[in-house]
């Protein structure tokens, strides 16, 4: 069943790097990652108490999905899987990256997360996938804003949209609890308009790369 998002569901890829829905079936391979990665990831992220074993286990991934699936449908997020295609042609799932909390009329916006498999960081897996996103959201997807917040220590993060030339447009002091204290974040954004007349994110992207 189609969502109610415009846009969504919808499948994203440039070179190996593919966004897609989750599926059901993801289950076993989020966990491995998610557990794989804890040292990496839970620092940075707000999450319910519990061991992260528990929070990141197949079971748990049930209910995120069922949470995501809900989520997409009602047109208030978009929740790619970040997967790197394998030569054999299969599919790896390295990453999260969603378009959330998303406000339509005149607001036009969302908020970027993203976390990526610490195996395969520094690769830029992550700046495709959001210039993916963006470019998509920017389309297909109806929207004018795009933001994302991080805190100031995260500096692998930082360079993401650094790289990809969003805007560093304010500093939130106590913005969200993480890690057992309330922490500061670096606000970036970028609109529709600052990319229009490079031929997307994307395209700018490439250039960096190059």
């Known amino acids: 069943m189609l969502g109610s998002t415009p846009g969504w569901p919808a499948t994203l890829a440039d070179g190996p790097v593919l ?3 989750y599926k059901r079936g993801d ?8 557990i794989e990665n804890q ?7 707000s999450a319910p108490p519990g061991p992260w074993s528990e929070m990141n286990s197949t079971r748990a991934f049930s209910y995120v999905y069922a949470d995501m699936k809900r989520a997409g449908r009602r047109g208030d997020s978009m929740p790619f899987a970040v997967c790197l295609r394998e030569s054999d042609g299969q599919e790896r799932l390295v990453g999260h990256l969603n378009l959330g909390n998303i406000v339509r009329r005149a607001f036009s916006s969302a908020y970027a997360g ?15 996938a959001l210039a993916l996103a963006v470019d998509h959201a920017f389309g297909p997807g109806g929207l004018h804003r795009i933001e994302v917040n991080i805190r100031p220590e995260n500096r692998p993060s930082r360079r ?8 560093e447009e304010a500093y939130h002091q106590r913005y969200m609890h993480i890690d057992g204290g309330w922490r500061d974040h670096l606000g970036y954004a970028l609109t ?11 395209a700018r992207w490439r250039r960096v790369r190059a």
Do not use: C, N
């Open 19 to 21: 966004l897609r829905p």
């Open 27 to 34: 289950g076993k391979a989020w966990s491995e990652v998610r």
């Open 39 to 45: 040292k990496w990831l839970a620092p940075w992220e």
């Open 114 to 128: 993203y976390w990526v498999d610490h195996r395969v960081a520094g690769q830029g897996v992550i700046p495709t």
């Open 160 to 167: 993401v949209v650094e790289k990809l030339g969003f805007r």
């Open 192 to 202: 529709s308009e600052e990319i229009a007349a490079e031929g997307g994110l994307m």
